[in-house]
């Protein structure tokens, strides 16, 4: 069965470093998601691809998060300087389209800390 | 967004049957019912959707109110498999135009005895 990959799927850092995380979305599937789970809450959607184009940012930090998908396939979410207050899981989760009856596949996560 | 109220956890004993509870009081016309569940260290995965009609899949059942302002989750036979936290969500359509995105409360946290 296709799956969501993630990497790395742990990530250690200190304050003020950059850190990227990668997201491989299941083949074919042309909408793309970013979120962010802190530790006892639910996932929050950072960013929305469809395709190559950013459809939803707005709880984007944009001064120092940066989201890309640059041929449509697989993304890369960076952060540039890392704070305590990010430490948490990062999700990427992919579907075949983006309307209310899609399915949602999510990878297993990123986990960060910065110390 | 219309919001969802889930009990903050539930217990339930090995192949007993599970019920969780979700209210939705302000549901529009136009929102889908969604329940995906996280088990522990993975990312949320799908349980079921739906409109206006019960539904049913191998995971689990899914009953609506007939006013649509509640929902029940059902897994028939618990297993020590299904502990998890389990999300029910309302998916919007807004300004005709669905964008898809997910929209998580704190969800239920189902224990299950063996």
């Known amino acids: 069965e296709a799956e969501v990959a993630q990497s790395p799927r742990y990530k250690i850092t200190e304050k003020s470093q950059a850190v990227a995380f990668w997201c491989d979305p299941i083949?074919?599937?042309?909408?793309l998601y970013w979120y962010r789970q802190i530790l006892g809450q639910g996932p929050e959607l950072l960013v929305q691809?469809?395709?190559?184009?950013?459809?939803?940012d707005s709880q984007l930090p944009k001064d120092r998060f940066s989201a890309e998908r640059l041929k449509g396939v697989d993304s890369t979410l960076k952060i540039q300087p890392a704070e305590l207050g990010d430490s948490a899981m990062y999700l990427c989760?992919?579907?075949?389209?983006?309307?209310?009856?899609?399915?949602?596949?999510f990878g297993p996560g990123t986990r960060l800390t910065v110390l | 967004d219309a919001k969802t109220t889930q009990p903050n956890s539930m217990e339930s004993n090995e192949e007993e049957p599970v019920h969780l509870p979700c209210n939705h009081s302000t549901i529009s016309g136009t929102d889908y019912i969604h329940w995906y569940r996280q088990l522990p260290s993975q990312g949320p995965e799908y349980v079921i959707h739906g409109l206006t009609s019960n539904v049913n899949n191998r995971m689990a059942s899914l009953a609506i109110a007939e006013d649509r302002k509640s929902s029940t989750l059902i897994l028939h036979r618990a297993t020590l498999r299904d502990a998890a936290v389990y999300y029910c969500?309302?998916?919007?359509?807004?300004?005709?135009?669905?964008?898809?995105?997910?929209?998580f409360g704190q969800g239920t946290i189902l224990t299950v005895h063996p």
């Open positions: 691809f469809q395709d190559e184009s950013v459809v939803d």
């Open positions: 083949s074919g599937h042309a909408t």
């Open positions: 969500i309302l998916r919007t359509i807004a300004g005709g135009t669905s964008y898809g995105k997910l929209t």
């Open positions: 989760a992919s579907s075949s389209r983006s309307g209310p009856t899609d399915t949602q596949y």
